[in-house]
């Protein structure tokens, strides 16, 4: 259950969504008659911009660290 605040909250978002929905459905559509569909799929330019955001940010760490996580291979 949603507190009272958290559903007013909802409320006041709701049909303020920046998605087609019909959009959506057609894409959910393709994605059933994909051979090989992606795993995941990030939908709509606001949930894009999360995901971009997020790999880059992964990415950045990664080579941060790139030296201290490649230490701990074997020699060659």
């Known amino acids: 259950?949603?507190?009272s605040q958290?559903?007013?909250d909802l409320e006041?978002?709701?049909h303020q969504?920046?998605?087609?929905p019909v959009k959506f459905g057609a894409t959910i559509?393709?994605?059933v008659n994909m051979a090989d569909p992606p795993a995941r799929l990030a939908t709509g330019s606001d949930a894009y911009a999360v995901l971009s955001k997020a790999a880059?940010?992964?990415e950045a760490n990664a080579e941060?660290?790139?030296g201290?996580?490649?230490?701990?291979?074997f020699p060659n």
């Open 12 to 14: 006041a978002n709701n």
């Open 56 to 58: 880059k940010s992964l």
């Open 17 to 20: 969504q920046i998605g087609d």
């Open 6 to 8: 958290r559903r007013q």
């Open 29 to 31: 559509l393709s994605l």
């Open 64 to 66: 941060e660290w790139k």
């Open 1 to 3: 259950m949603f507190s």
């Open 68 to 73: 201290l996580t490649l230490s701990t291979d």
